[in-house]
Structures are given as C-alpha cells and as structure tokens.
C-alpha cells in the first residue's frame, strides 16, 4: 500500500476508529515503513500531551447557578410570567437571580453590556481589590459591632448601619474608610469560609428601594441593594448563592429570616 | 444564519413539566461542564462562553420536548457548538455567512514539511498556544476528541458531519497541531 494513503489513515488507525480490513493494512505497512510508525508515534505523543495539559475548563459557579435559574423558571412558567421578578428579567436581560426580602429586592446579575451602574460596580470591585492588595482590609479590626459602628461616626457625615451576622457564618472582621462615586463611603468587612466580602455603604440622597443592576466584574460577584435610604455594594469571590444569602442576611438585619 | 436566526429569545416561554425535569436534570445538565469546556476552547473567552452556554441551556429547555434520543450529551454539545459557531460567524464575516472550508484552511506546507523536524516540536511551545492557532473546527474536533473522549459517531452527532469527515477533520488538525508547534520549534532555535 502507498505511504501518503497510510499516513491519511493514521489518525484514525490511532483512535481505534477504522473497520477491521483498513486497520490489517495500515498494521501490516507500518511493520516495512518508518516514516509512518515514526509520524504514528508522534500524533501518539501529541494526544498525549493534549489530555495532559490541556486544562478542563469546568462551569463557574455563576453560570451553574443562572443555568439552575432557569431551570426553575421553566418549571414554574405562570409564576415567571406574571409574577412582578418578570418584568425584572426582561429588563435585565442575562439577570442572575432576584432576591425579594421585605422593603427592598436584591439583584445577583450578570449583564452583557455596560449599564448605569456598571461604573459604580467597577468601582466597587477596584475598591475590593484594593483592600486584598494593599494589605489594608480593615482600619478597625473588631468583630464587635458595637466597636465597629462607633469608630465609623467620628470619620464619616453619616453612620453605616453595622450587624455581625457569625452566627450566620458571615462574622464582621472590621470596617475601613474607602473612596467611591466621588465621596467617602464606609467599608465594612465580612468572612465566609477564606473569603473576603466588602460591603460598601453611604447614603442615597434619591433612593427609592427596589431594583438596582449589578454586575460580575473581573470574576468577582457585586450584588447591589438599596434599603431605608442606604446603598450597598457587595463584593467577593464567594460564589453566588452565598453572597446573594449573605446579602439576604444585610437586606433584613433585624427581622428573622 | 440572519441576526434574528441565531438569537433564539423570543418563542415559547420555555418549560418543562416535572417529569420533563427529571429527564434533563439526567440526560443533560450533568454535561454542563462537558458544554462550558467546549465553548470556552471554540470562543476562547471565559465570559463569552458563560454566555454561550446559557444561551444554549435556554434553546434546550425550550426544544426538549422535541428530543427524543438517549444521548443527551451529543444532544447539548451539539447546541453549543452551533451557538458558538453563530458568535464565531458574527465576529468573522459581520454576519455573513461563511462556510468552513478545510481546504482553504490547510496549510501549504503540510504535504513537503519534512516530519522528522517537528519531533521536538512539543517541547517548545505550550500545546494550549498552539491549539489557539487552529480553526475553530479543528480546535473543536480535538477537544471532543482528546478531553470529552467521544467516539467518531458522537462528534458526527455534535457536528452534524458524516463520520468520514470528523475522520479528516481529526487528521488535518493533528497535522496542523504538529506543525503549528513545530513551527514555534524552528523559530525559537
């Protein structure tokens, strides 16, 4: 048999894939060619190499959680259509999950392009990373709130509502002052697990309570809420389904969940 | 594929009965990874991919009253590649049209570059760099092949190919593997 119809046939004869006449002959040729066992050799070692480093990108957890979304949209096709989350994700388009807890809605979202509100979600998380990188998460270390919301009044004109919620598993470590939508705002600090949630909070002058876009950003989820004339930015690399509980959690301090 | 075509949001309100649920929680939504790691090699975007496969899940809630096969992982993967092939079409031409030609996307050189200088190929440049220099075809046809480990029937299945070009489809891209990381070899030298 001519070597270039072989070696047409070795990626195939590789994968087991030929019926059992063709692989006889490509066997039977390989035996009397070096160049084909040598060229078989190589695509050998590439698939190889292949399955070793190529990474196995699995599904983040965002778009598990959106996929799981719809899912249970699916299921519940008249609660989707007239219930008032409806409207919220035609406007919102790629929206993650709505959150409804008492006075105000919170919003996990993912959206395609730029909104309002993305330059201040950008801010947010820029404001995030700062305090991982800079070695400065916290200006008041206490998981004591009642340490924490005091240091607060001296430094800011107005005073963050301040709640340790570790009997949650989201224990405050502390507060900072940080530097957002042109004025100083309050950043108070929370753990779940290993990772660092930044709640970025000052006034709304105009804040009517309800929805609000949010953004992912640099893989980082920003849930936004607004609530008895604050606005709170979430950030963290928590995923989703935590930090929306968590943002639960700040929604209503107070009431039992 | 118009604009309109290939951007499936309005329709039917997607929905799935109980039962229905069941069966894809089983056949299909245990193949999301398999359906992320598939657009993200054919988009090469993390976030595009996100979007991709969301796209895709709502088009397979919306048409899974319609399947009726038992292999709901050729099934899903093959939505996610044609949404991943509209987005690549839309980034190409603008929104025309364009086949894949294997011809036009072979390389000259394949037939006289001498074999045994791509032996050390593999060395020198990261596999990953030289699977991005690939079509989008022949990137897809290794991924199916060397991470899902699907059979030649199954990627005909996904691509919607006969099985004798998923056959040269997985030579021409080994070769052009080969010889793109080859080539990184004789540079750097």
Not at chain 1, 151 to 179: E, H, I, K, M, Q
Not at chain 2, 80 to 92: A, E, I, S
């Amino acid at each position: 048999m001519a070597s270039a119809h072989v070696f047409d046939r070795l990626s195939a004869f590789l994968d087991d894939e030929l019926d059992p006449v063709a692989s006889g002959e490509v066997s039977q040729h390989l035996e009397s060619c070096p160049d084909c066992s040598a060229a078989l050799a190589r695509q050998r070692e590439l698939g190889e190499n292949l399955r070793r480093d190529l990474e196995y990108h699995r599904a983040p957890d965002l778009l598990r959680a959106r996929v799981m979304r719809d899912l249970r949209a699916a299921g519940r096709r008249d609660a989707v259509r007239s219930g008032p989350a409806a409207q919220a994700w035609r406007w919102l388009g790629a929206a993650a999950a709505v959150i409804a807890v008492g006075g105000g809605t919170w919003i996990v979202a993912t959206l395609p392009r730029e909104r309002p509100d993305a330059a201040t979600a950008r801010e947010a998380v820029s404001g995030h990373i700062r305090s991982l990188m800079a070695n400065h998460l916290t200006d008041v270390a206490s998981t004591d709130q009642h340490t924490v919301k005091p240091w607060f009044s001296g430094r800011l004109d107005f005073s963050p509502p301040v709640t340790d919620f570790a009997a949650a598993n989201y224990p405050l470590v502390g507060g900072r002052l940080d530097y957002l939508q042109d004025r100083p705002v309050a950043a108070l600090v929370y753990m779940h697990r290993m990772h660092v949630i930044n709640v970025f909070v000052w006034p709304m002058s105009d804040a009517h309570e309800g929805i609000a876009p949010a953004l992912t950003q640099r893989g980082f989820h920003v849930i936004h809420g607004t609530r008895a004339g604050m606005a709170y930015w979430v950030v963290s690399d928590l995923n989703a389904e935590e930090l929306a509980a968590f943002a639960q959690l700040l929604a209503a301090p107070s009431g039992k969940p | 594929m118009t604009h309109e075509e290939s951007r499936e949001t309005t329709g039917p309100e997607p929905h799935l009965s109980p039962r229905e649920r069941e069966r894809f929680d089983e056949c299909v939504l245990p193949y999301l990874d398999a359906a992320y790691n598939l657009a993200r090699y054919l988009l090469r975007d993390g976030h595009q991919a996100e979007e991709a496969v969301q796209e895709a899940f709502l088009r397979a809630i919306r048409h899974f009253g319609g399947f009726r096969g038992a292999d709901g992982r050729a099934w899903i993967l093959s939505i996610v590649r044609n949404t991943c092939f509209t987005q690549l079409r839309r980034r190409r031409s603008g929104g025309a049209m364009v086949e894949f030609d294997e011809e036009a996307h072979s390389l000259e050189a394949e037939l006289s570059a001498p074999e045994a200088d791509l032996a050390r190929a593999i060395a020198s440049e990261s596999v990953h760099e030289g699977l991005g220099r690939l079509a989008a075809e022949f990137r897809e046809a290794l991924v199916l092949r060397e991470l899902e480990g699907l059979s030649y029937k199954e990627i005909a299945h996904v691509m919607g190919v006969p099985i004798g070009t998923v056959m040269s489809r997985l030579a021409r891209a080994r070769k052009q593997l080969l010889l793109a990381l080859g080539a990184g070899a004789k540079e750097s030298v």
